[in-house]
């Protein structure tokens, strides 16, 4: 993993309408701007090792989601978990799988 990380999400927020959340930071623990999202204004991010890394987003002071990420061995495949609350105080979990193309 190099020292600065940018991530790009493109998808839909709850109400349905189109997300474009960006933010470019470190992996030094500190908070980092992030526009676009509706659950957070910054993003903290730490290198765990070669193939892991863990992130905390933030609204203001609060904790909204953290996460952990892992890439495999090979390369090819990635999982990130995810445990947060959402804007109206829900509790949420989930993992994705993502497969190198």
Known sequence: MRDNVKVTVDG?????KP???EGTG????????????LNADTRSCRKVND????????????????GRGVVSADGKTRTVALTGTDSTGKKNTSTAVYDKQ
């Open 26 to 37: 470190k992996f030094d623990r500190k908070d980092y701007s992030v526009t676009g999202d």
């Open 12 to 16: 839909t927020h709850a109400d349905c």
């Open 51 to 66: 193939h892991t890394l863990t992130f905390t987003n933030k609204k203001g002071d609060q904790v909204t989601m953290s």
């Open 19 to 21: 997300a474009h959340i």
